[in-house]
């Protein structure tokens, strides 16, 4: 079967060395961990996590969104985009928890590394390359692949609803992204963003085979599904 891949931006490649993953700091890396988890959360019971988004609405005032955090978004859309979300998860199905990879986490990495530092917004690396030519160079990917990309979002739960909301991307490509049924495995990566202050990467795959593995995300993977 054909490759696919989707790839979305939500507002809210110098390719690294192998060792890439060692250079995250331990905020960054716990977001990352927390994000898979918050995910997980989501796939597993969908109705229920639309509680989280029905309690968020007292947070926006027209369009304008008050972050837990104390920063004000402008959104594009308000209170329809989250109520169409919550339409959407208490309409789905449970879904199988996502597999963390090494693989894939790199390469979200690689990409918060590169766009990062440059401000960028882009899921097109200062090298051309695309998310599914990223994932292919730390193992083979079939089926689909899709990514995720999060800019001034500081909670997991803040990520992971902002992605749900998919505020203004009219395909909601973000939120099926994440109740994908035939999505498998999932790699992601938080870093610092010159002009949001953090970004995260979320990359999923139907299937995954990974070149290698380490100890250091082989501990991310258990921590994702609450085995430590």
Not at 149 to 165: A, D
Request: aromatic share 8%.
């Amino acid at each position: 079967m054909k490759k696919q891949y989707v790839y979305l931006v939500a507002i809210f490649s110098l390719v690294f060395a192998i060792n890439a993953f060692a250079q995250v700091n331990d905020k960054h890396e716990k977001i990352a961990v927390e994000v898979i988890r918050e995910i997980n959360l989501v796939r597993a019971n969908p109705s229920a996590y639309a509680a989280s988004l029905e309690a968020a609405k007292k947070l926006y005032k027209g369009r304008v969104y008050s972050s837990p955090t104390g920063r004000q978004i402008m959104t594009l859309e308000g209170l329809p985009a989250i109520d169409e979300a919550i339409l959407d998860l208490r309409s789905a199905k449970p879904l199988p928890p996502l597999k963390c990879s090494e693989g894939m986490s790199r390469a979200a990495m690689d990409h918060v590394f590169d766009v990062g530092a440059k401000g960028s917004i882009s899921h097109t690396g200062s090298d051309g390359s695309v998310p599914g030519l990223r994932m292919s160079r730390y193992g083979a990917w079939q089926e689909q692949a899709g990514e995720n990309i999060s800019f001034g979002r500081v909670t997991p739960r803040e990520i992971v609803m902002s992605m749900l909301i998919d505020d203004g991307v009219k395909s909601r490509g973000h939120r099926k992204n994440i109740l994908q049924s035939k999505f498998a495995f999932i790699g992601t990566a938080s870093g610092a963003h010159s002009q949001y202050d953090i970004m995260t990467v979320v990359v999923f795959a139907d299937y995954y085979h990974d070149f290698f593995r380490s100890k250091n995300v082989a501990s991310v993977a258990k921590k994702s599904h609450g085995q430590e």
